[in-house]
């Protein structure tokens, strides 16, 4: 895999604010990163931009740590994983240009799911199927955040930071053998990745003043608008 020095330059600067989104409110790094990286070089997605993420939720889980719910971590954590073997095989199975539309329709349907349109009362099956999608999307474009974020929505910003955090440093023990053997993660994306991990530990930094805003409500909005108009501009690259 070859990535020219300019789009490596984008890359990171994708990175590091979809980071520093995700540092402060718990998820949003791929839902933003993974779209606009796409339309750059599909070579970044999936494996290095969760290599760069990994990093990063490994950092936040690590910030709040005393906040963490366990039992929502092991419940959704025992359905991530016929999620990864799903989204795997998906994986291994597309073209880069289908890529890219299972890119756009899974960030599509996440901010469906992430405005808070359908109220799922919080309870083990919720929060199981909250991490068999998670493990799908994860794996096959990038992008888990929002299923268990919705499983979340009523908690208390401290705690979806750190139990998502959690839930996805365990499902990176899944995820990253997945894309490997779906032929996704060579040492050629590894390098990428590690290439990126600044970048995403400069947004984690950058988070930390921002989360008693985040906590507020006032960046979500901005997180999902974004989102579409990434998922649309990536639909216009299909097309065109």
Not at 91 to 101: D, Q
């Amino acid at each position: 895999m070859n990535v020219d020095a300019s789009s490596l330059v984008f890359a990171l600067l994708i990175v590091t604010c979809s980071s520093t989104i995700q540092g402060s409110v718990g998820f949003g790094a791929n839902l933003l990163a993974a779209p606009l990286l796409a339309l750059i070089d599909t070579a970044f997605v999936p494996g290095p931009i969760f290599i760069a993420s990994t990093s990063l939720i490994i950092a936040t889980a690590l910030r709040e740590r005393d906040h963490v719910d366990w039992k929502f971590v092991g419940w959704a954590g025992l359905g991530r994983f016929p999620g990864v073997v799903a989204g795997a095989l998906v994986l291994g199975a597309v073209s880069e240009s289908s890529l890219r539309l299972l890119v756009a329709l899974t960030i599509i349907v996440a901010v469906i799911l992430s405005s808070g349109v359908l109220k799922i009362p919080e309870s083990r099956p919720a929060f199981v199927v909250a991490g068999a999608m998670s493990g799908f999307g994860g794996t096959s474009a990038s992008i888990g955040g929002p299923p268990v974020a919705l499983a979340l929505q009523h908690r208390s910003g401290p705690q979806v930071r750190s139990s998502m955090s959690a839930f996805f440093v365990i499902g990176a023990t899944m995820t990253l053998p997945a894309i490997a053997l779906a032929g996704r993660l060579g040492w050629a994306e590894i390098i990428t990745g590690l290439a990126m991990v600044p970048a995403s530990q400069l947004g984690f930094v950058i988070s930390g003043p921002l989360r008693k805003y985040v906590d507020a409500g006032r960046v979500r909005p901005l997180v999902l608008g974004l989102s579409v108009l990434s998922a649309a501009a990536l639909l216009v690259k299909i097309v065109v």
